[in-house]
């Protein structure tokens, strides 16, 4: 698919999917082209999936507006977002008066923290005819690499981008590693984020998500192997770039997420220039917006935009 309404570099990336329905690159331009980082190639997502997966006391209680689905939308909307991901409930509650005002990714899957988990794993709870239903342009899902039960995450993922792909939708896919595999610093390691980044890549995700990596390698195969190539990893954009590699020669669509809970601004707009000189794709940043007061969140989120613009 080729238009000469896109931007040649976002021309360039829907190259990339050559095996994709005109339905899926037609989504995937949609992503591209909306908000304030249209024709760009880079992507400034909203992720409200924190009250299932954390508690919405834990979620919301700082920022009481953000209780209200509603709110997300319109954040997402004011301030150029790319997209909005939440799962069902969360989409449902503001679909119809958003209609086709910002690009929705909805979550399909989703784990909750009422139970200690060693090897977490996610309950499906949503649909790809749900996405159809209320307009989404892709379906998102999350794999925890690392965890005992991985296989059975990787398992359904197939089962819904296979439907997801069929229908025209693009295939967002969470990948964190966790679980009795690795420690917990492990999670982050340069390593296992590359690992789970290219995962994510071999299960056909059109966009990956991964957390940002640190300096630590886990595991000591791949310590050995790093060494000897000389691979860097000094500088956080150096991580960045190792990660985006690891995606297809960087062939995939990489983004970020917002970086260590409860940073401050600068800090977060350094991270955001290290993934933007890294060669990553653009920043997830759901609970360093949403936390913040209204007028903090349009401020923070106007900074990382200009970054990438």
Not at 55 to 78: K, T, V
Not at 126 to 143: F, K, N, P, Q
Not at 274 to 285: E, L, M, P, T, V
Request: hydrophobic share 40%; proline share 4%; glycine share 10%.
């Amino acid at each position: 698919m080729r238009s000469a309404s896109l931007s040649e570099r976002v021309n360039e990336i829907l190259g990339w999917y050559g095996s994709d329905n005109p339905g899926t690159l037609t989504n995937l331009a949609r992503l591209f082209g909306a908000g304030r980082l249209a024709g760009t190639g880079r992507l400034v997502i909203l992720p409200v999936d924190q009250g299932f997966e954390h508690g919405p006391g834990r979620s919301f209680a700082m920022n009481p507006s953000a209780y209200d689905p509603r709110y997300h939308f319109r954040m997402s909307l004011e301030t150029g977002c790319s997209a909005f991901a939440a799962p069902l409930g969360f989409i449902e509650a503001g679909a119809r008066e958003f209609a086709g005002r910002v690009p929705l990714i909805l979550k399909v899957n989703s784990h909750d923290v009422l139970n200690d988990e060693k090897d977490p794993t996610q309950a499906i709870d949503a649909s790809v005819d749900d996405a159809l239903r209320l307009g989404c342009a892709g379906v998102g899902y999350t794999i925890y690499p690392g965890s005992a039960r991985r296989f059975e995450m990787y398992e359904a993922l197939r089962d819904v981008a296979r439907e997801a792909k069929a229908r025209g939708l693009v295939v967002v896919v969470w990948s964190y590693p966790r679980g009795s595999g690795l420690s917990k610093e492990g999670e982050t390691a340069l390593d296992v984020t590359a690992y789970a980044a290219h995962i994510a890549a071999e299960l056909g995700a059109h966009i990956i998500k991964v957390k940002l990596p640190s300096e630590r390698l886990e595991q000591p195969e791949a310590r050995t192997v790093y060494e000897a190539a000389k691979v860097s990893t000094a500088t956080l954009a150096d991580r960045v770039r190792h990660v985006v590699q690891a995606a297809f020669g960087g062939r995939r669509i990489v983004i970020f997420s917002g970086g260590v809970m409860n940073a401050d601004d600068d800090a977060l707009v350094d991270e955001a220039r290290a993934i933007r000189d890294g060669g990553g794709f653009g920043s997830i940043i759901g609970r360093n917006s949403f936390q913040r007061s209204e007028p903090a969140a349009k401020k923070l989120l106007a900074r990382i935009m200009e970054v990438f613009v």
